[in-house]
């Protein structure tokens, strides 16, 4: 397994954006399909984007399409969420998310497709 590590988390008001990133500790970083997930109190934890090992396909949530943007830095092995035009129903607390996967085009979405996982970021959202 990887271990990652969040930040960027905070406090935002309706319309604001924010920057998430995920460092991953692994000297193979494109083996790793990544992905942000989100939960919000009271509610299951869902898919907010994932990426491709070779970062070169992306999915999005249809309630993200538009605003938010995942992206990854090979060099830096480090995967990030920009978000914009945020909106109360945004606040959630945040997960990075690893899957090794030889198959580097691919993308997951599933809570069960991928087996590391961050300690999660705050993300909230004032109205």
């Known amino acids: 397994q990887v271990q990652l590590v969040e930040s960027g988390g905070g406090l935002v008001q309706t319309g604001g954006s924010l920057r998430l990133s995920c460092a991953a500790s692994?000297?193979?970083?494109?083996?790793?399909?990544m992905a942000w997930f989100r939960q919000a109190p009271g509610k299951e934890r869902e898919v907010v984007a994932s990426?491709?090992?070779?970062?070169?396909?992306?999915y999005y949530a249809d309630s993200v399409k538009g605003r938010f943007t995942i992206s990854r830095d090979m060099d830096k092995n480090t995967v990030y969420l920009q978000m914009k035009s945020l909106k109360p129903k945004d606040t959630a607390v945040y997960y990075c998310a690893a899957r090794y996967s030889q198959h580097t085009s691919n993308t997951y979405y599933r809570d069960s497709d991928f087996g590391s996982w961050g300690q999660g970021t705050q993300v909230t959202v004032s109205s």
């Open positions: 692994t000297r193979a970083f494109t083996m790793y399909a």
């Open positions: 990426i491709s090992g070779n970062g070169d396909y992306r």
